[in-house]
């Protein structure tokens, strides 16, 4: 079978782009199964196990693993679902838990809410990855991994405060957060222009970025509820020294946060790394809670981000398809996918398995109220725009709130008008 010979020419799945990774056995009744999964999602040695074992479980499939670049892999994959029989055509895809409503448009994507409900445990998945999988009222996407956002501490600074815990309210950590902020130290490092932080501020207060009614969307940070998230975010933003008019990656906060006078930023556990490779002196020094929400013991509302596994319409192996599907998202491979790559599981239930790493077991804690953005096709128009960031830098150099909002949400309505470009 060509697909099957074609990949035996990759020298390793994880280093070369659209390279397989397969079984050695490649007898001719094996039936075989091409599954694209992005570079950086998993571990070769963990690709390696998975392929083993699968292909012990299902005797007649042959297991092609192909690693592909995110860059440009928007119009590869919209390719792909419209092919006919083409070499190396995709059975499964990993994608954006974000960008499932996009691939689902047009009817390209297999509907998996029965094998959802019924097989797959529908009920347990973090919603986060959960509710932009499902479109039209039908499940495309289902939940693989989850990463979100914490609080990476200065253990040392917080002893020096005085503070013996992480806090666990709101209100607890704009006390905690100005008690830091002082002897040239800043508080917290929080850009401006960090509108996923913003996201879990408004969700808190119960407000959105947008909303639907009667199929249309419209911009919604005009609402009362996501005015409180912004005042909230105006408030803590100004217990540091962060760029008024920048995000997070301008100066990629890792770099300020090492240099040694931010007790606080917001980011994903695994930026620590980065921090202690630029400042080895921080060894044992950082710490992980997560954000807080308006109430002790319910963590605030983050955006999840992640990906979700989706089956094209166009597949020729339909039944093979499901069956990796079901491999990966089950309790034994998604533990282990976790466990290897420092993830958050798919399901809530299975929050424990990651329980012993401090910063992966804060982020569980927070994904069981992750959110993502508003489940519409034209959303990636709005991030290109991101009017959102306009907003908050209008607002946080002395604009008024409800007026830069209206505006803001204005141009969302726009950008989410389906006739529109």
């Given at each position: 079978?060509?697909?099957r010979?074609?990949a035996?020419?990759?020298?390793?799945a994880?280093l070369?782009?659209?390279?397989?990774?397969?079984?050695?056995?490649?007898?001719?009744?094996?039936?075989?199964?091409?599954?694209?999964?992005?570079?950086?999602?998993?571990?070769?040695?963990?690709?390696?196990?998975?392929t083993?074992?699968?292909?012990?479980?299902?005797p007649?499939?042959?297991?092609?693993?192909?690693?592909?670049?995110?860059?440009?892999?928007g119009?590869?994959?919209?390719?792909?679902?419209r092919s006919?029989?083409?070499?190396?055509?995709?059975?499964?895809i990993?994608?954006?838990n974000?960008q499932v409503?996009?691939?689902?448009?047009?009817?390209?994507?297999?509907?998996?809410?029965?094998e959802?409900?019924r097989?797959?445990?529908?009920?347990?998945?973090?919603?986060?990855?959960?509710e932009?999988g499902?479109?039209?009222?039908?499940?495309?996407?289902?939940?693989?991994?989850?990463a979100?956002?914490?609080?990476?501490?200065?253990?040392?600074?917080?002893?020096?405060?005085?503070?013996t815990?992480?806090p666990?309210?709101?209100e607890?950590?704009?006390?905690?957060t100005?008690k830091?902020?002082?002897?040239?130290?800043?508080?917290?490092?929080?850009?401006g222009?960090?509108?996923?932080?913003?996201?879990?501020?408004?969700?808190?207060?119960?407000g959105?970025?947008?909303?639907?009614?009667?199929g249309?969307?419209?911009?919604?940070?005009?609402?009362?509820?996501a005015?409180?998230?912004?005042?909230?975010?105006r408030?803590?933003q100004?217990?540091?020294?962060?760029?008024?008019?920048?995000?997070?990656?301008?100066?990629?906060?890792?770099?300020?946060?090492?240099?040694?006078?931010?007790a606080?930023?917001?980011?994903?556990?695994g930026?620590?790394?980065?921090?202690?490779?630029?400042?080895?002196?921080?060894?044992g020094?950082?710490?992980?809670?997560?954000?807080p929400?308006?109430?002790?013991?319910?963590?605030?509302?983050?955006?999840?981000?992640?990906?979700?596994?989706?089956?094209?319409?166009?597949?020729d192996e339909?039944?093979?398809?499901?069956?990796?599907?079901?491999a990966?998202?089950?309790?034994k491979?998604?533990?282990?996918?976790?466990r290897?790559m420092?993830?958050?599981?798919n399901k809530k239930?299975?929050?424990?398995?990651?329980?012993?790493?401090?910063?992966?077991a804060?982020?569980a804690?927070g994904?069981?109220?992750?959110?993502?953005?508003p489940?519409?096709?034209?959303?990636?128009?709005?991030?290109?725009?991101?009017?959102?960031?306009?907003?908050?830098?209008?607002?946080l150099?002395?604009?008024?709130?409800?007026?830069?909002?209206?505006?803001?949400?204005?141009?969302?309505?726009?950008l989410?008008?389906?006739?529109g470009?």
């Open positions: 079978m060509r697909r010979l074609l035996l020419v990759c020298v390793s994880s070369l782009s659209g390279c397989g990774l397969t079984s050695s056995d490649s007898g001719s009744e094996r039936r075989p199964v091409t599954v694209w999964l992005m570079k950086g999602s998993a571990s070769e040695d963990f690709l390696k196990r998975f083993k074992d699968f292909e012990r479980e299902h007649d499939l042959d297991l092609d693993i192909r690693i592909q670049e995110w860059t440009g892999i119009e590869k994959v919209q390719a792909a679902m006919d029989g083409a070499d190396g055509q995709p059975d499964v990993e994608v954006g974000t409503p996009q691939y689902a448009e047009g009817g390209r994507l297999e509907d998996l809410t029965l959802s409900m097989d797959w445990g529908i009920r347990d998945w973090l919603p986060g990855l959960a932009p499902e479109y039209m009222s039908q499940q495309f996407g289902i939940p693989w991994y989850a979100n956002r914490v609080v990476i501490y200065r253990k040392d600074l917080f002893e020096q405060a005085g503070i815990a992480p666990r309210t709101r607890e950590w704009l006390t905690v100005e830091l902020d002082s002897g040239g130290d800043q508080g917290i490092y929080l850009a222009q960090d509108w996923y932080t913003l996201s879990g501020f408004i969700w808190d207060e119960g959105e970025l947008a909303e639907q009614e009667g249309t969307w419209t911009g919604a940070l005009d609402s009362q509820a005015l409180r998230g912004m005042d909230f975010y408030e803590l100004a217990l540091g020294d962060g760029p008024l008019d920048a995000d997070e990656e301008h100066p990629p906060q890792a770099g300020v946060f090492a240099k040694g006078q931010v606080q930023i917001v980011a994903v556990p930026l620590a790394q980065s921090i202690v490779r630029e400042n080895p002196g921080l060894k020094e950082l710490g992980f809670f997560p954000v929400g308006k109430k002790a013991g319910k963590p605030g509302a983050v955006f999840i981000g992640g990906s979700d596994l989706v089956v094209p319409k166009n597949t339909r039944d093979g398809a499901l069956a990796v599907v079901e990966l998202v089950g309790t491979w998604n533990t282990d996918l976790a290897t420092n993830y958050v599981p239930s299975l929050a424990k398995a990651v329980a012993g790493e401090e910063g992966v804060a982020m804690a994904a069981a109220q992750g959110r993502a953005t489940g519409t096709p034209r959303w990636g128009a709005v991030e290109a725009d991101n009017p959102i960031k306009a907003y908050m830098t209008k607002v150099t002395g604009g008024d709130a409800e007026s830069e909002a209206r505006k803001a949400s204005d141009r969302i309505t726009e989410l008008d389906l006739d470009g």
